[in-house]
């Protein structure tokens, strides 16, 4: 029996599934040259950021199946780096580690995508942490290219 798919926008009841996922961003972020204290704590404090209000038009979307809270995504507007111009950026993707691979981010980012288009948006940003293989593996495949990559040593 195939289970309905429903991509709605989120509420403020939302926000501790959208936190509770917070600990697996973190873990694959994989930088050694941080504890993972400290990446939990960012992640924590991206999160927080990203679901504070602004002036700037932004969407976070939840995949459900059968009222079962499963994944997210967050978008906003943001001003490319290069043209200048309005371009839209997701900060934050996830699905929770069991429900990987059943196909709810490519729907997130296709309903993601959408918002964008419908904004009069060209281009569509991500950032993800270079060691999350499987992540840029799922980016790549839905036509996402890497443009700028920053870079770290421990000195």
Known sequence: MQHQVIIREAHTGDHPFI???SPHLAE???????TDQAIKKMQDEYIAQMLTPTDKPTLTLIAEVDSTTLGFIHVRTHTDGISGELCA???????S????GLGLGK???????QWAKKLGCRLLHLEVFANNTAARGFYQQ???EPEMIQMVKVI
């Open 97 to 100: 580690p069991k429900s990987q």
């Open 19 to 21: 936190f509770s996922l």
């Open 28 to 34: 694959v972020a994989q930088l050694p040259w941080h």
């Open 107 to 113: 729907q997130l980012m296709t309903s993601a995508e």
């Open 89 to 95: 950026t997701v900060p934050l993707l996830a699905v």
């Open 142 to 144: 839905q036509g996402f």
